[in-house]
Structures are given as C-alpha cells and as structure tokens.
C-alpha cells in the first residue's frame, strides 16, 4: 500500500490536551535509576512519580534560593556567623559559642586538607 493509496482522514486526529499531563521519557544510568528507585520505596511511590517529585523539588529549590553572585567570601563568613551565633544557646560561655562558630564556619581539623576552598599547604 503506497502513501498516495491510504485514505486520508476528513478530520485531524487529536489528542485531549486539557484533561492529560504530558508523558516525557528520561534517559537515566543505571545507578541513578538504582537511586530514584531507592527513593521511590523510601517514600511509598513509583518511579514515575518518584522522578516527578524529584524534579518539582529540584526546581523548587533552583527558584526559592538562588545562589549569591558575586558575592565578597568575608561578607558571607560575617553573615554565617551571625546566624550560628543567634542560633547558640545563650548562657554558653562566650569561648565555648566561638569555638563552635569556628568549627561550623572553617569544619573540624582533621578535614582541613579536604577542603577544596581553602588553598593546599606547602609541602
């Protein structure tokens, strides 16, 4: 049968577009497929659905908190210790609060040398 033999429809077929979600495919590796599905059991769901809320969460978070552009690295230390420091319990003593505020803004020393931020020592 040849295309110019088939019969032509009298109306274009379509497709409810108001009532049904759009299916998209996604291609994924094995391991993070593994992961999704781990997810999924966590959370009582299928993947399909795992992988939907997945990225609503994804998305949720790119657009509720961008992250700062720009910004000076001593302004964002300044304002980290503010935060942990109003966090702290107020009757510790006052070493005790800077010595936490040190270990949460600059980590705990034995993981100095992971820190990518911070420029390796000198051997």
Do not use: Y
């Not at 291609?27 to 399909?48: G, I, N, Q």
């Not at 939907?52 to 910004?71: D, F, I, M, N, S």
């Not at 020393?109 to 420029?119: C, Q, T, V, Y």
């Amino acid at each position: 049968m040849t295309d110019s033999s088939r019969k032509k429809p009298d109306h274009p077929i379509r497709r409810p577009t108001s009532s049904r979600e759009a299916i998209s495919a996604v291609k994924l590796s094995e391991r993070l497929t593994a992961d999704v599905d781990a997810w999924a059991e966590a959370h009582d769901t299928v993947r399909s659905d795992a992988i939907r809320q997945l990225v609503e969460l994804g998305l949720g978070v790119a657009t509720a908190a961008p992250l700062p552009v720009g910004r000076d690295p001593v302004e964002l230390e300044d304002l980290a210790v503010r935060q942990i420091d109003r966090l702290l319990d107020p009757s510790l003593p006052m070493a005790e609060r800077e010595r936490r505020i040190r270990r949460l803004t600059e980590g705990p020393p034995e993981f100095s040398d992971e820190r990518i931020d911070l420029p390796k020592p000198r051997k």
